[in-house]
């Protein structure tokens, strides 16, 4: 019971702030939507037992991305400094009229209906994965699997994650004149 | 899997009576108990903030040889409802230029951060509402929602101070969380868990088995996570944030009323989940002294007991280093983060790790007694 | 899973809930109890009695931007090394404690790496990095 009230819950957070990231003008509130959508998606983790990842989406999309990217933000002057020194903000960034509007709406849905009757017997045949009845919680689990049959990818993923972080710091750093 | 309130209820008699009485509702039952604890936790806490801000006063005056408030109640004690009263009916003042969607949401998402945390809180071995498997992860992640609320507060306002403020702290936040992530990694390595029943199931004795007397190592990282959790609450000496002679108030400048309490309460909830988390991590939590087989609620509620006296200890110690140590400047703030204490946590997460090989994870009280 | 075992996520679920009601209700308290005398003055951003000039949101440092970037990677790194330290212990107990440590030491000692990195290169100084670059 409560397991389809989280899904409720998390599902409508996610698609609604994800309809109000695309549809609001102001950047600052998007980026807000974005977080209450990230949430979400950690909600809809935990409701298929994967809490070690809701959690690491928290930790790392909440806690990181979206006060990373409210700085990038922040680098531009926040509401519409750019936008007002290019005269931009009158315009609003469009690519058709209603009538193409139309057509791109009904190709999508056809486009998903088709997908969803496509893969729903994929899914099906698939179910989705509970951890080993051996290991006590999945965060175990991805520990044992991490040192053991993964441990290369673990090894490498540090090595991608010093690059990113020369990069990040190279990129960031002034250029002299 | 997590073992949780109603898990530790369950093995009591009258549970078994309540669910006679809601049949195969149980759902609702389940919800009804966590519903009753949640407000009552959330009460306590939320006396525990607002005693904290008298505490402030207090002890603030008893260093500079004041006398601090005394008018509301005996010793002054009732001055945080006082206050709450006056905050209620105080004028809501929101700045022409403000994002109002932002700034009313700023404040609510602190609290939504400070209260998720509550719920994985250790207050015994029994009463914690939910022992989750990635229990501290979990608490170090949802708390870092205060640091985007903060800075949405400090950004909605649209005034120069609260910006700088709000600026300063999403950033400190972010960077303190380093070495307060690093510091409970090498308990969760010591423990070997981050629930924090298997935390505080390793920690059952007299002091010396705490996991801060662990090893040496073990010892500085508490320190570590001492100084990482006062930058973090936004405490003196790292209260640049909201530093009063350069910044007016900070992130808060423009809030007024309600919603300046709201971020004060959480301000100060937060800095009481930090303490209480420290305890639990470094001091044993409410484990007893001895080992008890008998499983009873007094007994439990003297955990509770303990638990609150070291949570309450370390508040004390904050609130003491607050008005004793003069305020950093912003380029030594960052320095200490990322240039010692940062490399200093790494150090213990590294000396840990060998002393948890080479010792065979035993402790130095361990080794020197023989022991477990 | 069975549904009961997802129970321990109510609470957080209810704590929410919880703030999101005490914030809606102390705000509709205040609604009711607070004056409302609104003036231009009183609603002007505060600075310290000056008339403000220009708004608030004008372009920040990049370095608030430096720290975020370099804070990322270490939680990302600090991410992958909870479930390898949270089975640390029990490695450790059936004797594989010399392989686990060499894991561990080999993926902390690339995190040390990049630390010196930037070290040495001045991203982690607040003050002097920007100072130095932006000199001929």
Redesign the interface.
Known sequence: MFVQVLFLLSATLTIGCAIAVAVTKNIMHSCIFLLGSLIGVAGLYATLGADFVAVTQIMVYVGGIVILMLFAVMLTGGKDFISRAHNLLGLTPTMGNKWTYGVGLFVGAVFLLTNIKLFSNIMKAYPAKTFGSEFPSTVSQIGHLLVKEHVLAFEISSVLLLGALVGAAIIARPRKQ | MNQTLVSYLSQYEFYDSLIGLFGKHQGILTFFIYLLFAAIIVGLCATIGGLGTYAERKISADIQQRIGPNRVGPYGILQFLADGVKMITKEDVMPFTADKFLFYLAPMLALVGVFATLAVLPWSSGFIMADLNVGIFYLIAISSLVGVSVFLGGYASNSKWSMLGGMRWASQIISYEIPVTISVLSITLLAGGMSFGTILSQQVGTPIHWFIFHNPFAFIAFFVYFIGALAETNRAPFDLPEAESELVSGYHTEYTGMRFGFFALAEYIEVFVVCGVGAALFLGGGNLPFNITIDIIPLQLVQVGIFMTKALLLYYVVIWVRWTFPRLRVDQLMSICWKYLTPIAIFNLVGNAVWMVLFNGKSVADLLFGGH | ?T??????????????G???L??AG??F???L??????S?L???????GEQ?VG??????N?R??????????????????????????????MGN?????I??????S??????A???K?G?????K??QV????
């Open positions: 899973m549904p009961a075992q997802f129970d321990g996520l109510m609470p957080i679920v209810i704590l929410m919880i703030a999101i005490m914030f102390g705000h308290v205040s609604v109890l607070a004056p409302k005398k609104p231009h009183k609603e002007t951003p505060y600075e310290c403000p708004s608030a949101w004008s372009a920040f990049v608030f931007y430096v720290v975020g970037l370099i804070f990322i990677i270490f939680d990302v790194e600090s991410v992958l090394m909870f479930p390898v330290a949270s089975i640390f212990k029990e490695l450790n107990d404690g010399g392989y686990a440590l894991i561990f030491l080999s993926f902390i690339v995190l040390i790496e990049g630390i990195y930037c070290w290169k991203d982690l100084d607040w003050v990095s920007f670059s932006t000199k001929k």
